[in-house]
């Protein structure tokens, strides 16, 4: 039963995601018993058997996302019927679905077609990559250093997993490139005095050509938080903040395309602004670009307040 209102001129993959519920679909069709938690649901995973007897499948409710720590495979409501059904590309899901929920797709001319799959190998390639690089940190020796660094950023090992937090295997932290819910890549965290501190995919390497907002979950008619670091984002998304991330000192021409036109579908962005004269000069800089989508924020979130890091523009 289709439970959302799907949103107008979206993609394939996005219009599934706004007209199906995640959650129904894993009960419904996974005969999964879900029960309430903190996330969101937990239940048994429903695509491999646990040995454990302990719910390692977790939805996460902000960012409509599942995660399985025992099998350690996630992604949106087509990764699951993908998995769950064995099918072989991402398209022949959304597909199957459709036909099980009566869905009527856009209309995808073929050469739109391609890119969009193209996009999505660049996505599932990506996935891997950071699904390897999440073995990595959870290696006793390898990933020691890596796990150090993500545990004094306040991140414990759940949340490690949720996000596919991983590692080289000279020690180095990575982090996934999330956007709208799906990984274009991985970013690299260089240890000081080695600069840059990050360094991201280049552009021609992404899927989308460019490098867009960076934010976990698939954009929403809500408040977001705009901030500057990869990690400070995904310490907003861990908190159940909706935060969005530039990467960089200041979103680009392009990414403030994006938030624009989030803020055209009914989003509003908050700046909190860093204490320092560069941080307060980028954030008027932001707001003004934003116009009038966006404000200043004078103190931080509640819930960040005591936070040892406070997220920051």
């Not at 490690?160 to 996934?176: A, N, V, Y």
Request: charged share 30%; net charge negative; aromatic share 8%.
């Amino acid at each position: 039963m289709v439970v959302k209102v799907p949103q107008r001129n979206a993609g394939v993959y996005e219009f599934i995601r706004s007209s199906i519920d995640l959650a129904e679909v894993v009960e419904e069709w996974g005969g999964a018993d879900l029960k309430p938690s903190p996330e969101g649901y937990r239940a048994l995973c429903p695509i491999v058997e646990q040995e454990s007897r302990n719910p390692a499948f977790v939805i996460y409710d902000m960012d409509q996302r599942w995660y399985c720590h025992s099998c350690r495979q996630g992604g949106d409501v087509v990764g699951f019927w993908k998995e769950l059904h064995e099918l072989p590309t991402m398209w022949d899901a959304a597909q199957h679905i459709a036909r099980a929920y009566d869905l009527q797709l856009p209309d995808v001319d073929p050469k739109a077609r391609e890119i969009l799959e193209e996009r999505r190998a660049k996505e599932e390639q990506a996935t891997a990559e950071a699904r390897t690089l999440h073995a990595i940190l959870l290696d006793p020796t390898k990933g020691e250093k890596a796990r150090d660094y993500f545990a004094s950023r306040g991140f414990d090992e759940e949340t490690q997993e949720r996000f596919l937090l991983g590692s080289t295997s000279d020690g180095r932290p990575t982090i996934p490139f999330w956007s709208a819910g799906r990984i274009h890549g991985n970013v690299l965290r260089n240890y000081e005095p080695v600069t840059p501190k990050y360094k991201a995919p280049a552009n021609e390497d992404l899927p989308l050509g460019r490098r867009p907002i960076f934010m976990v979950e698939h954009p929403r008619a809500q408040e977001y938080l705009l901030v500057e670091g990869f990690l400070d984002t995904l310490a907003g998304a861990a908190l159940d903040i909706p935060t969005i991330g530039s990467g960089g000192a200041a979103p680009s021409a392009e990414q403030i395309k994006d938030l624009r036109d989030m803020g055209e579908k009914g989003a509003r962005i908050l700046i909190f602004p860093d204490g320092d004269e560069r941080g307060e000069l980028a954030a008027l800089e932001a707001m003004e670009k934003l116009y009038p989508y966006a404000r200043l924020m004078s103190a931080p979130p509640t819930g960040l307040r005591t936070s040892p890091r406070c997220l920051r523009f």
